[in-house]
């Protein structure tokens, strides 16, 4: 089986998307969860673009140390190769990835050179970094729109001047999977050396076809794939890591090829990006959207509860997601029963049916059910439900602009009265952070939500949150007329649920 080369450009192509501008540090953080995801080459960023892509790249090589590459992107310019070699000076295993455009259409438009001055332009860049590292990788920009036949001498001239890895670009999305094949065949048929090269492939989405093309160049000889998490990039984006590694692991038969990503790892690497960025990613997106293991058909949910592979054909642990069965207007009956059951709630068949009536009533007037819906349905005494180790007796918080927030708790955790303390940006996440202290469980907000249920300015604000702990998630709900007592309560209902689930209570501590 090949072992494919995982070559991530988060930290390079896909900041280069409006809203997703990284600092040094959160690079930095990010480029270390891509090395524990088990990314081979990590792009760090542009060092000629500025001092903090210079900076940027050089602390990531520092932090990534040798386990992973780490490559910087430089124009074929004599200064743009020298800053990248001087950012990636004297750390780890480094990569310097010069470009330049091979379409007659930037020939002609963009560069105003001919096609004899781009192969000499270029081979001069492959020998110029090449006095500085024995890892160079070209890039024949705009590669898919390029003659066919000048693009083959322009691989076989950087191939002899010293390229390791040569990148044929659908820089704009504008291949299609057959064509791009036919483009990576002809390469390695007909350039001299070619076969004794890396030869990669770094798609945009413009068609959607991002990556169906990079997995259709993999089967026609590719050794490198260029993506980035979550899909993030120019214009319409990159193509996918998780999917490209999912897509090679679930049909490995059809590829003969694998990658070495970690892929318990893709999750959370997905969530640190959506932290790091503040861009979520849509839900039903593939592999690590939220709904990407959510079921709420009757149907499916059916197929699920007697067999998981009916409706699943990835494994959720396998990439680090919890499969879920979302009650919703589609449900049925062996769903909810389900749901009943894992809230403790018993009920002879009449109460059962009665309740499931109920409940599909209710579906009908809103899109979000929750446990406490379906508490409230049956008649139970939610307060009793949610009464556990922890009560939340009192709150106090100091906030406003320019200063940094406080929040303190007093809670009664296990009959023991406990009092803690947090600063924090905001009062909602200082009483969270306190909350934690004091419960000595540390929940991940993943979902927040607040609405009024009243008018007036006195309005009573209800907030949802959703909230993660050791890779089980429960909700919380609570509403208030202020709207951080509000926050502080669902946190903490939603923690005793995750107290509950983990046998936190039954241990007592």
């Avoid at 940094?404 to 905001?426: C, D, L, N, P, Q």
Wanted: net charge negative.
């Amino acid at each position: 089986m090949r072992k494919i080369i995982v070559f991530d450009t988060t930290l390079r192509d896909g900041e280069q998307s409006p809203g997703f501008s990284m600092n040094v540090a959160e690079k930095v953080s990010l480029a270390e969860q891509l090395s524990q995801l088990g990314v081979d080459v990590i792009e760090g960023g542009f060092p000629i673009a500025s001092n903090d892509d210079f900076e940027a790249v050089r602390q990531v090589a520092k932090a990534v140390g040798n386990r992973s590459t780490v490559a910087a992107l430089c124009r074929t310019k004599d200064q743009d190769i020298d800053r990248a070699a001087e950012a990636l000076k004297g750390v780890g295993r480094t990569r310097i990835h010069t470009f330049i455009a091979t379409s007659d259409l930037h020939l002609q438009h963009k560069l105003k050179m001919t096609r004899d001055e781009v192969i000499a332009t270029a081979v001069a860049a492959v020998q110029r970094a090449r006095k500085y590292t024995d890892d160079v990788e070209f890039s024949a920009e705009d590669a898919t729109r390029s003659d066919p036949d000048y693009l083959c001498r322009v691989v076989e001239a950087v191939i002899k001047a010293g390229a390791t890895t040569v990148n044929l670009p659908d820089t704009v999305g504008h291949t299609v999977p057959w064509e791009y094949s036919a483009i990576i065949k002809d390469v390695l048929t007909r350039v001299p050396g070619a076969s004794n090269i890396v030869i990669s492939v770094h798609c945009h989405n413009d068609l959607g076809l991002a990556v169906a093309n990079s997995l259709e160049a993999i089967r026609a000889g590719a050794g490198q794939v260029e993506c980035t998490i979550n899909g993030i990039g120019e214009r319409a984006g990159n193509a996918a890591l998780e999917e490209i590694v999912m897509a090679l692991k679930h049909r490995h038969a059809d590829f003969n090829a694998d990658t070495g990503v970690r892929t318990e790892e893709i999750i959370p690497t997905s969530s640190m990006l959506v932290e790091i960025t503040g861009v979520p990613v849509q839900p039903n997106k593939a592999v690590v959207g939220s709904n990407a293991f959510a079921h709420e058909s009757g149907i499916h949910q059916h197929g699920m509860l007697s067999h998981e592979k009916t409706y699943e054909i990835l494994r959720p642990e396998s990439v680090g997601a919890n499969s879920r069965l979302h009650l919703g207007k589609h449900s049925g009956r062996h769903a909810f029963r389900r749901k009943l059951v894992d809230l403790d709630v018993d009920l002879d068949e009449a109460a059962f049916e009665a309740a499931f009536l109920k409940f599909k009533e209710l579906c009908d007037r809103v899109k979000n059910v929750t446990d406490d819906d379906i508490l409230q349905l049956v008649g139970s005494n939610t307060e009793a439900v949610h009464a556990g180790p922890f009560i939340l007796e009192h709150l106090q918080f100091t906030s406003g602009t320019d200063i940094v927030s406080h929040a303190t708790v007093t809670m009664k955790v296990y009959e023991e009265t406990v009092i803690r303390s947090a600063w924090a940006y905001g009062p909602i996440e200082a009483a969270c952070k306190a909350i934690d202290q004091a419960c000595s469980m540390t929940g991940k907000l993943l979902d927040y939500t607040v609405k009024a249920v009243s008018a007036g300015k006195d309005a009573v604000g209800e907030v949802r949150v959703t909230v993660e702990h050791e890779g089980r998630r429960a909700e919380g709900r609570a509403s208030s007329v202020n709207v951080v007592e509000a926050s502080a309560r669902a946190y903490a209902q939603a923690l005793i649920k995750l107290a509950k689930m983990t046998g936190k209570i039954a241990a007592g501590k």
